[in-house]
Each structure stands twice: as C-alpha cells, then as structure tokens.
C-alpha cells in the first residue's frame, strides 16, 4: 500500500437521486502500483466514474482515507488536481477552438513554460496523427481524433498519475488502437501510472491488473488471467448447420446451467454453471449433429461469470412483442447511387445496398467513414444529394413523413429529455407517435413492464445509469410497433451485461419480422447481423455476410480472424492503397 501510486482505505461516497440516497461506493480499497496500466471495470452504476473524481480532488469521499502519489486528498486536493491527468468520459474540448488553441489553453492552465510548450506540442501531435490538423475546429475533428485531441491535452504537463474514463466510448477500432498506443508509450517511456476504466473488456484484458467494481464494491483486483482461471473446464462453443449463431444464443440462453450464452462468429460461445456438464443430446434433441468443442475461458467469461455468481443467475430479459405485417425477404430499405455532398465535400459518394425485411443490417465504418451521414438520410433527418432512397416502400425525397410514420429510431446519445422523469419522456414520444386514450395507456404500460422501468417511473432520465437510459431510449423507439428499427451505436459505453439485454430483444424483433439497420463501433456485435456494409471514406469498402468479411482477413498466421480483425485489414489494406 506504501508503494501505490493510489490507494483508497475503506472509501464511503453516497448522493441523492430522485429524492433518494444513493451509495456510490461502499467500503472500498484498493492500491493501484505505479508504472503500469490498472484497469477498472464494472457494470453500469458500479460506482468507476465516481472513483475517478475522488482519485482525481474533483469529490471528497464521505469516509474513508484517499491517498494519490502520497498526498492526503482531503488534506490537499489542489496538490493532487496539479498532480494528476484526469480525461472524464465527455472530455471538455472547447469545438470553437482550433486543435492549437485547445492544446494553448489547457497548457495555459496548467501551468506549463511557454519555452516548453513546443517540444511538447511537436511530441504530441506526432503521438495522435494531428500534425496536419492543427488549425482545424475542434468541432470538425472525427470523433477518434477528439479522443485523441482531448488525450494530448491532458497529457500536456505529463502527469505522473494519468486517470482515464472510458477515453474510447465511441471509437472505431482503428483509433483504439491508434489511443492504446500512445497510453503503453507513456507507461514505457515516461514511467507513467495508468488506472482506465473501460467497457470494452478485450482492453481490460490488455491491463497489468484489473478491478472489478459492482454496486459500489470491490469483487476482485487481480490479473486478468486469474479472473479467468477458475473457469477452466466451463467454456464451450456450438455450432449447428441450418441454425443460425444468434437464433441458436436465443435457444441456449433459455437452458438452466448455462451462465452466459454468447455468438461468437458463426457459433455460440457458452459458459456452465459449476457442475453442469452440457450434452449436445439434451440442450438440442431435435439436431444429432450438434457437438460441442472445449475452448480455453477468456475475461470476458470471467466477468459475466463472477457477476452472475454475485448476483444469481437472472432470468433472460421479457421479450417486446410487435406485430409486423408483410412477408419475410421483402424490400424494406433501398439505397441506389446515394449521394450527399457539403459545399465541394463528397461525405458519401454514391453507395447502394438492399435490407429485408426481417434482417438486422449492419452499417459499420472508421470515424468520419459517412456511415453517421448515411444513417441520418435513411432517417429522414439530412436530405439527399443525389440518388434514391426508400424505406417502408416510400421515396424520402418526396413521401419523408409517411416513411417516418413507419420507423423507430435510437438514437447514438440517448435522445431523452434529462429533466423529464422515465414516465413523462415515455408519455412524451407516445403522443409525437399519435397514441391517444387507450392506446396510450396500453403502450405506456408495457414499456414500463417490457423494459423493467417500474422501479425509476418517477426518477428524472438524466439521472438513470446508462443501462436503463438505453432500456427507455428502446422502449421510446418502439412505443408506436414500428417495422423498421434505426438503432445508432445503441450499445456504446453501456457495460457486456446490458449489451447483451439489447441483442436479446433485438433478436426477438428481428425473428418477429422488424428490420433493423445498425451503427455499431463493437465490431463483435457486428455477428449478430445477418448482412452488413464497412465504408471508408464515403464509398462501401466491403459488404456481405459477417463470415464472408472476416474471411477476407483470414492469413495462414491468423486462420481465425475475428471480425476486429477484418475491419482493420480492411480499412488499413484501403490507406496502403491509397
């Protein structure tokens, strides 16, 4: 504890939400040991945003004792605010300033020597990749330069202890990489301490530690390989000819003995109860073919594991029922030569593609890609620059209100009203759908129930951990039973347990007959879909089903590519070439 470049001792911190209290953390301690990268991890509301603050001087704790590079927080919290590098999760970039101006800024608030600024400025910005950006808006970057912007500025006085909260929600693979980078180079070479926290858990298993936050409570710190080791002999995958991976999770999910069910490419990963040993025979009498092969457990296993074992096993997530009518395969969305340009910008540059009814679309690209562009025209929200497009068999460029009638749209932010509670933003979208009297109630009465809200009914949505944010962002995007779904990045920064809530109703829908078209930066769900497109640079770089696309990144070295792997190759093979 002596040597920890963090500790907290019996740390209490509580607010009041809703007219209630709230316990953030409770009873926690923890050491984080200098000169390596301390992962922190937990489910939404487990308390790691609020660590960060106490760890950075921001938050006083309630009880308990703080200690960062051996100053007393409470003693002395400008010490360790001057002490500390501190990225929330929305970092505060000011979008009207130039990249330049921005790092100016917060070295002027730092305190940095003006004779020291340009040594370091040069260093950062070969760091990020934002040389040639530098007399750019802020507000004009793509969002995995504004990560990586928002890091150079932190990092302009170097701090010995660097607090990063979740720096890549929102991030495309590329430029994870890209931040991942630049954080191991400051570990490496300036000796830097690192605590991030994350919801991606192939990061958290990158860390030289991890700790594992829910409720407000510790649940383990160790390596992430002794998270995974008691899971030796529990960790399966199934594949099943004629059954496809997410229809297959559906079935396997519903089985006692099986803690986690999760698709993993063209098959099904599972994880077993201790005790439960899995026959092919009986989880799937009506296919003899089914076989199971062992596979070694990773760390997200482990999570899902430890959490379920704390918790007990819940049960899957009730399903919300639409009613949608029409066949299955019928065009629902058309996409021909569509173009949009901004002044003598081409974003998209004439693009094609067909979804059916009853698919779930994936719609995938790097940072500044135009699949956001793409996605807001199919909504009705940008117009087109050329090109046609329909949804719902109505041309948005002449029939926009009718298609808008028909659809249901998630937004990336959660477009909820922060001051409304849970049950006035679901009664507001209930009355922009038209729903009146009955209708209404009925409507408003299974979302409290489908989506498990009952408990924050009268709790301001602003206010609500990120997972029922979602729940009630998908609850509203359904209020009307639409037929088509437009879900942007839906899943992004919310923790693996909600994730999979989300794919478990979304599943449901799409067996029900309702289309959904995707966004997502989690290349892994990209399995869930059952077609999808990667763009780069305005134009489809790849399109087809998700194991024709990994395929296209298999190499003797890598026979197994994941689909990470694949959008990688892909969009770096398209930089090479260019």
């Known amino acids: 504890m002596a040597a920890a470049a963090l500790t907290l001792d019996g740390v209490r911190k509580g607010f009041t939400r809703g007219g209630r209290r709230v316990s953030a953390l409770d009873g926690v301690s923890i050491a984080v040991r200098p000169g390596r990268v301390t992962g922190l991890i937990g489910p939404d509301g487990a308390g790691k945003t609020t660590l960060m603050r106490l760890a950075a001087g921001i938050l006083g704790p309630d009880a308990g004792r703080i200690e960062v590079l051996g100053i007393d927080v409470a003693e002395d919290p400008l010490a360790v605010q001057s ?3 501190y990225m929330p999760q929305r970092f505060g970039l000011y979008e009207d300033l130039s990249v330049q101006e921005n790092l100016d800024l917060y070295a002027d608030l730092q305190g940095v020597p ?5 040594a370091r400025y040069d260093e950062l910005m070969r760091m990020t990749g934002l040389a ?7 507000g004009r970057l793509s969002g ?13 006085r170097p701090p010995r202890l660097l607090l990063l909260d979740e720096p890549t929600v929102g991030v495309d693979p590329v430029s994870r990489r890209e931040l991942w980078a630049i954080v191991y180079a400051q570990v490496r070479e300036a000796g830097m301490t690192v605590l991030l926290s994350t919801a991606y858990l192939d990061e958290a298993a990158r860390c030289a530690e991890v700790i594992l936050l829910h409720q407000g409570r510790v649940l383990g710190q160790e390596a992430p390989a002794a998270f995974s080791g008691p899971l030796a002999g529990r960790t399966f995958e199934m ?11 559906a079935r396997l ?12 490419g063209d098959r099904v990963r599972i994880v077993t109860a201790p005790g439960f040993v899995p026959d092919p025979a009986r989880l799937l009498p009506d296919h003899p073919e089914a076989r199971l092969q062992p596979v070694p457990p990773d760390f997200e296993d482990a999570f899902i594991a430890r959490l379920k074992d704390h918790d007990g096993h819940h049960r899957p997530p009730p399903q919300v029922t639409v009613k949608v009518s029409g066949s299955a395969g019928d065009e629902v969305i058309r996409v021909e030569g569509l173009e949009r340009r901004f002044g003598d910008f081409r974003a998209v540059k004439g693009i094609s593609f067909r979804v059916r009814r009853g698919e779930i679309f994936g719609l995938l690209g790097a940072n500044g890609a135009g699949k956001t562009t793409t996605f807001r025209m199919l909504c009705g929200l940008l117009p087109a620059s050329g090109g046609e497009l329909a949804v719902a068999g109505h041309d948005l460029r002449r029939s926009g209100a009718q298609a808008r009638a028909r659809i249901g749209y998630m ?15 679901l009664a507001f979208f209930a009355a922009a759908y038209g729903l009146r009297r009955q209708r209404r109630r009925e409507r408003l009465r299974w979302a409290l129930e489908g989506f498990e809200l009952g408990a924050y009914r009268d709790v301001n949505a602003g206010l609500l951990p990120l997972g029922y944010k979602q729940r009630l962002a998908f609850a509203a995007a359904l209020m009307h039973q639409p037929e088509i779904l437009f879900l942007d990045e839906p899943t992004s920064g919310v923790d693996p347990l909600a994730r999979r809530e989300f794919w478990a109703r979304t599943n449901a829908l799409a067996e029900a007959g309702v289309t959904a078209l995707v966004t997502t930066h989690f290349m892994e769900e990209a399995n869930y879909c059952d077609r999808l497109v990667i763009m780069a640079e305005g134009e489809i770089l790849a399109a087809g089903r998700p194991y024709e696309i990994r395929q296209r990144a298999r190499t003797v070295e890598n026979p197994e590519p994941t689909m990470e792997d694949a959008f990688i190759a892909l969009v770096q093979g398209r930089e090479a070439a260019s």
Do not use: H, W
């Open 239 to 249: 594949r099943v000819e004629g059954i496809p991976a997410r229809r297959l999770q």
């Open 114 to 118: 003006r004779a020291a600024r340009r």
């Open 411 to 425: 937004a990336q932010r959660f477009s909820l009203y922060a001051n409304l509670t849970v049950m006035q933003n």
């Open 83 to 85: 002490a500390v590098g």
């Open 132 to 138: 040639p950006f530098t007399r750019r808006l802020a």
């Open 253 to 264: 999910a519903d089985v006692a003995g099986i803690v986690d069910a999760l698709v993993a």
């Open 144 to 156: 995995g330069m504004k990560q990586k912007l928002g890091l150079a500025c932190t990092l302009v």
